[in-house]
């Protein structure tokens, strides 16, 4: 279905996101900036609205942003204003969000990313810097509504995208690569569930090679990955059948519904809020020289991209696999440790994915506590480079490692663990097997080829799995031919 | 009760207490308050309490009054309105904390305008204040309490706000000086908005150098504040204290003296105060302000902008007065504003909203901000040929209770030599010059470069030695 609308039409999709800012404080208070506090007890004046509380700019806010919009080779407003949007809404206690309207902090710049093994960049229009709204709570069995001001002045920074994104998957991919950046310089959890990561996607179609774009409809509430592309995709699927129908997408709000699988309307533009948007008279001007950007720029870490083409030419990776390995900065520094202890960086590569990743739930926090670390990890993989052990053993070890926390060494000396590479004394255990397996080796010998890796099997269990691999499979290859 | 400075040198002197002054002053409170209306709460026990051993500073022991639109922790807050019925203050305005500090004594809550808006204190939730020297007639506003309750001797120096001449014409009404600091010389943190980018607190006193004592307290830049500039404070005091004239640029806006635009009285006394100027050796030449008349307009319109904003915080949920019987969240909100709100203020949100509705914004708005930028820059090109503006406050002197109330243009008018000194951010200081035929004080006022309140205090206390207002007695 999709696949036939999208031969027949474009879609055009902006992504605006929000990221709540990891700062010490709030951004126009005093108060703590804490998740999951008890309600009500990380405020100060200013994010309750009391009268007479004036906000007052965090710096440190502030300078995270300008980390950001460096990150993503943003032009850095030299002057950039703030603005009240009013609205009358319970979590909104002032009536009103101090934000960065028609002057923001930062213009232009770009996400990119690995997409289909090639390097996409996204542009972006803006990134402005915002207070977050407190929160209501709605007690329906009580038939009472609560609000809760601790989220209330929490910093946000919205990224604001060009309509440049071409289909759901690429969507999800230039929301991944922002949240990356965000998470390398550890300014945002980057975590769409908990909400301090947030998407809205404007979404629209149009006849393939045409220049004008459709109207667009604005997707809210997507609360993951998966949900960003399913709403994207039901949006398609919904503004095709209306335009087959040869009528008119109409520019409204939807809300998307992830239990139900469908968008609802929430406001057409006619219905759209005044915002009654004017400069914030309590604050100056937020002024940014070319010094501070400097000092901002220094504090910058290499950034995902940067570092995922070091891997592509320092360790020979291919983009997938440096992709994967700088899924966070704890992966991709546990990765460059093995790799330049144990000097096999495909090895490596290769044993850090299949083997310590299936152990691994989440790259961001996991690698904090884990063991084996990389230092052991790259012992331990020395040992399959030194011949001391096989791959599989490797692999035995490894999980010894995990539950024990020795040193792979230490492990490889109690169990006195080392591969056997004598063929002499392979080539008895080979020669018993076959001896007390007539009938496979008829079989074999009239076309089974797969009893090649029963023989093989046989052999490593008489020898408790410590027979050299490849020592083995060519002795057993040498002795099947009847050499 | 007499002057702050004389208070002081009896304290010093051990002439009288603290404790005594207080005593004497809650007496005179206890009697003519019920008259005047200027406090809606005293702090009678609290007051005497710290008399006993007041903080050591500048203002040991001087009562203070206060306006309800700062706080002062843990007192009620209401800005004369409804809506804010039994709202504590959760902390102190910066310039309580300071006051307090300095070791004044706060002897309560001073009766305003509704949220500040109104130029004869009637906009008020719990009665108008009245003028002591004539009880039929308006204190002004909308800092009306803090004027009345100065010239009545029910306090010796007060805190007011001017947003267009709240300060300044209350105190021109009832005979007392008043300052309008320069926009970024004090703290608004603490002080409930009107228009955030016209409002500034000031002292109001009975001369020059009480006026400059409480400012001396106050000023300063302040953290909490993001619009206080980082500029030196000055030494007002010592400037009240000399005072001199002498070779003293004067500027007299041409647009400020237009014929029939000042009532005869006040024409004369004004005419008459130049003259004790320049006999005094200040220098007078004529400037211009070509865009005065768009004052009014430009004012209102910012000055609402602002208010629509800064008022829509009230909306029941979180302090404050709360509707009964709603129906919906949106509900509760309109009906709390609809109850809560008196209808000036109702009028200014109105306005405000309007004008910062999309469609509206560029005509309204940002055409104001426009003009105010050209008044402000006539101001300061005047300000390179003039060390200060002599001008009038009003074109008249106290009206009737209820003359102007049903004619909101006309109310408004009253402010026209007031809100340009808000609109350019500059300082000005009110002072009476003289009384009218009828006995009703005549104010006029300084205006000054930006910062340049050491010198309006010079100018000031170089005219009260030239023509010294003589204070009527008054017994209300």
């Known amino acids: 279905m999709l696949e036939e609308i999208l031969k027949k039409y474009e879609v055009v999709i902006g992504l605006e996101v929000h990221a709540q800012l990891k700062t010490k404080t709030k951004l126009m208070s005093a108060a703590a900036n804490v998740y999951g506090a008890p309600p009500n007890s990380a405020v100060s004046t200013p994010c309750t609205g009391m009268p007479g509380a004036l906000p007052t700019l965090n710096k440190e806010a502030v300078a995270v942003a300008v980390q950001m919009g460096l990150a993503l080779d943003c032009e850095i407003q030299p002057v ?357 397996n007539p009938g496979q080796l008829t079989d074999y010998r009239s076309g089974k080829d797969k009893l090649f890796g029963f023989f093989m099997g046989q052999a490593q269990k008489a020898l408790q799995g410590k027979a050299s691999p490849a020592v083995l499979k060519g002795l057993l290859e040498r002795m099947l031919k009847g050499e | 009760m007499g002057r702050l400075v004389d208070l002081k040198k009896a304290y010093a002197d051990k002439k009288t207490s603290p404790r005594e002054t207080l005593l004497d002053l809650f007496k005179r409170i206890e009697k003519l308050n019920p008259k005047l209306n200027a406090y809606l709460e005293i702090f009678k026990e609290e007051a005497l309490k710290a008399s006993d051993n007041p903080r050591a500073g500048s203002l040991s022991g001087i009562p203070i009054g206060i306006k309800d639109m700062i706080s002062i922790e843990g007192h009620e807050l209401n800005a004369s309105s409804k809506i804010l019925k039994g709202y504590r203050a959760p902390r102190s305005a910066t310039v309580t904390e300071k006051l307090a500090n300095a070791g004044a004594i706060f002897t309560g809550r001073l009766n305003c305008d509704e949220f500040a808006m109104g130029s004869s204190n009637e906009n008020t939730s719990f009665g108008p204040v009245l003028n002591p020297n004539d009880l039929s007639r308006t204190a002004g506003g909308s800092s009306g309490g803090s004027a009345a309750a100065v010239r009545a001797d029910l306090c010796v120096g007060s805190l007011g706000t001017d947003t267009g001449g709240s300060i300044r014409l209350p105190a021109a009404f009832c005979g007392t000086v008043g300052l309008k600091p320069t926009y970024g010389r004090v703290s608004r943190s603490g002080v409930i908005a009107f228009a955030s980018s016209l409002d500034q607190v000031g002292p109001l006193a009975d001369d020059a150098q009480d006026t400059a004592e409480i400012f001396q307290v106050i000023a300063g830049r302040d953290e909490r504040d993001a619009t206080t500039l980082p500029v030196a404070t000055g030494d007002y005091v010592g400037a009240a204290k000399i005072g001199n004239l002498k070779g003293l640029k004067v500027g007299l806006p041409k647009e400020y003296f237009v014929k029939g635009g000042l009532s005869p009285d006040i024409e004369k006394l004004t005419q008459q105060s130049i003259e004790a100027l320049k006999k005094e050796g200040a220098v007078f030449s004529e400037v211009s302000l070509p865009h005065t008349d768009y004052g009014i307009a430009v004012y209102y319109l910012v000055a609402t902008a602002e208010a629509a904003s800064n008022l829509s915080r009230y909306d029941g949920i979180r302090y404050g007065k709360r509707a009964k019987d709603f129906k919906s969240m949106k509900d509760l909100i309109v009906k709390t504003r609809s109850e809560g709100f008196g209808a000036e203020v109702k009028r200014r949100i109105m306005l405000g909203t309007f004008a910062l509705s999309s469609g509206y914004f560029d005509a309204y708005y940002s055409k104001a901000q426009f003009v105010r930028s050209k008044i402000q820059q006539e101001f300061l090109d005047a300000f390179q040929k003039v060390d200060v503006i002599f001008a009038p406050v009003s074109p008249t002197t106290a009206f009737k209770i209820g003359e102007k109330s049903s004619d909101p243009l006309q109310m408004y008018l009253c402010d026209i030599y007031t809100v340009c000194v808000n609109l350019a951010g500059l300082p000005a200081l009110s002072f009476p010059i003289g009384d009218d035929a009828k006995g009703l004080p005549v104010g006029a006022q300084f205006i000054g470069a930006p910062f340049a309140e050491e010198t309006l205090f010079s100018a000031l206390a170089g005219f009260e030695k030239a023509a010294p207002y003589k204070r009527r007695s008054l017994e209300c």
């Not at chain 1, 946000?156 to 991944?176: D, H, W």
């Not at chain 1, 975590?191 to 090679?209: P, T």
């Not at chain 1, 503004?239 to 998307?256: F, G, M």
Request: glycine letters at 4%; hydrophobic letters at 40%.
């Open chain 1, 80 to 436: 950039s204003i703030f603005s009240r949007k009013h609205y009358f809404y319970p979590d909104l206690p002032k009536g009103y969000q101090i934000s960065q309207y028609d002057r923001p902090y930062a213009l232009k710049g770009g996400v990119s990313f690995f997409y289909n093994n090639e390097r996409k960049t996204i542009n972006l229009t803006r990134i402005h810097l915002e207070e977050d709204a407190g929160k209501n709570l709605h007690f329906d069995d009580r038939g009472i509504s609560l609000v809760d001001l601790n989220r209330s002045s929490v910093p946000l920074i919205e990224i604001v995208s060009e309509p440049e994104i071409r289909s759901p998957l690429e969507a999800a991919a230039y929301l991944k690569a922002l949240r990356l950046v965000l998470r390398y310089l550890d300014i945002c959890d980057g975590n769409l569930e908990e909400g301090n990561f947030r998407c809205d996607a404007n979404v629209s179609l149009r006849i393939r090679g045409a220049s004008a774009f459709g109207t667009r409809v604005e997707l809210k509430n997507i609360n993951s990955f998966r949900n960003l592309e399913k709403a994207i995709n039901y949006e398609i699927e919904r503004q095709h059948q209306v335009i087959e129908a040869q009528e008119k997408v109409i520019q409204e709000t939807r809300l998307w519904d992830a239990d139900k699988n469908k968008s609802i309307s929430m406001r057409s533009k006619e219905e759209a809020a005044d915002y009654r948007y004017f400069p914030e008279p309590d604050l100056l001007p937020l002024r940014i020289s070319s010094a501070y950007i400097e000092t901002q720029k220094r504090k910058l870490p290499e950034l995902p991209m940067a570092r995922m083409a070091r891997f592509v030419e320092d360790y020979a990776r291919s983009p997938y696999d440096a992709e994967v390995l700088c899924a966070s900065v704890d992966l991709a520094n546990y990765f460059e440790v093995v790799a330049k202890s144990a000097g096999d960086f495909t090895m490596a590569s290769n044993f850090i994915q299949t083997n310590v990743l299936a152990k691994i739930a989440n790259v961001e926090t996991d690698f904090k506590s884990f063991y084996p670390d990389a230092k052991a990890l790259g012992d331990l993989l020395l040992k399959v480079i030194d011949k001391t052990l096989s791959l599989n053993m490797a692999k035995e070890v490894f999980e010894e490692m995990l539950s024990s926390k020795k040193l792979a060494s230490q492990i490889i000396q109690e169990k006195n663990l080392f591969q056997v590479t004598d063929e002499g004394a392979l080539k008895v255990a080979l020669q018993k097997v076959l001896d007390e």
